[in-house]
């Protein structure tokens, strides 16, 4: 049962993206509206205060691969010295995240050939922050970009790294793209209904999906 529970929550995550990805486009903001937008993201992108600490519980489908079930915890004394470790059920290793505010390390742990993973270079990911993007938050820092007003009334901000997308209310994100080497990795907070750390993530990195429940502090 649990199985198949899992696969059901893979398969609206699914039906999510497609939804998105049909999506009319949205109309670029000037003047007022479009810097109360701007604004709106860069005070959520401060929105975390540090440490933070937090453990999750979830899925992992990795390409062409069964469904994994795993937990993971992040620690992060600053958005420069963060930590992040995703283990079986039974506690093993499996990937292990360090960032230290340029680049993103993965590692092995014993119990990386559920996943498939074989190793990686780092990742020169800039001043991404780790912890922000679990905390429901942008996870670069906000300083200009172009906004738009999306077709459901929420506004959406692009620059360079990443592309953030706020609830119909504006009143918190509820989606975002960052750009990285090699790689666009996808976040969204589904049936978030506060600003809040959100209750569930879903993220889509190289083909692999992860679906992220946070655990009660």
Not at 106 to 123: E, I, K, N
Request: hydrophobic share 45%; glycine share 12%.
């Amino acid at each position: 049962m649990r199985g198949r529970h899992a696969l059901w929550i893979v398969a609206q995550f699914l039906l999510a993206l497609a939804v998105a990805g049909c999506a009319p486009s949205r109309m670029v903001l000037t003047g007022p509206e479009g810097g109360r937008a701007e604004a709106f993201f860069a005070v959520q992108s401060t929105a975390v205060d540090f440490p933070v600490k937090a453990s999750f519980s979830g899925v992992l489908v990795p390409f062409l691969r069964d469904v994994v079930p795993f937990v993971a915890g992040v620690s992060a004394l600053s958005a420069a010295e963060e930590t992040v470790g995703l283990y079986d059920p039974m506690g093993r290793g499996v990937l292990f995240l360090a960032n230290d505010g340029r680049c993103v390390e993965v590692s092995r742990g014993p119990a990386a050939d559920l996943v498939g993973f074989r190793g990686a270079s780092p990742l020169a990911s800039g001043d991404l922050s780790i912890a922000r993007v679990l905390s429901g938050v942008p996870g670069y820092p906000v300083s200009g970009g172009e906004a738009a007003r999306n077709p459901d009334g929420g506004w959406s901000l692009s620059d360079g790294r990443q592309t953030l997308t706020s609830d119909p209310g504006r009143r918190f994100l509820v989606r975002a793209s960052y750009r990285l080497p090699g790689m666009t990795v996808e976040v969204s907070y589904p049936d978030r209904d506060s600003a809040g750390p959100p209750p569930r993530l879903a993220l889509s990195i190289r083909g692999a999906r992860i679906l992220l429940r946070r655990d009660e502090e």
